[in-house]
């Protein structure tokens, strides 16, 4: 992923004068991009109930959540820890589509 400063080069090569930290919110709110000066960034989803659904970073570290009913039933992130509780029928009909 491009960090904002890479995508806002200039064709001459000059570089837009932007104000560290950049953050980013969607309409709720939620902050969905954070930029720091050093390139470093970090960038959220939420579902329609406004919970995190997934969330990376420049490190290349991520995590994933599924919801039911309010509740997580399932996680997973980029050390490969899984905690999955959704139902037997549930996780066929993922593995079928």
Request: with cysteine; charged share 35%.
């Amino acid at each position: 992923m491009n960090t904002i400063s890479e995508a806002t080069k200039l064709n001459n090569g000059q570089v837009l004068d932007i104000a560290y930290p950049i953050r980013l919110y969607n309409k709720d709110g939620d902050e969905v991009y954070y930029e720091a000066a050093n390139g470093f960034w970090r960038k959220w989803a939420y579902n329609e109930d406004g919970k995190v659904v997934s969330v990376e970073d420049a490190t290349g570290c991520w995590r994933k959540r599924e919801y039911r009913d309010g509740k997580e039933v399932y996680y997973e992130d980029s050390n490969g820890y899984i905690e999955d509780n959704r139902e037997p029928a549930e996780i066929e009909k993922i593995e079928k589509e």
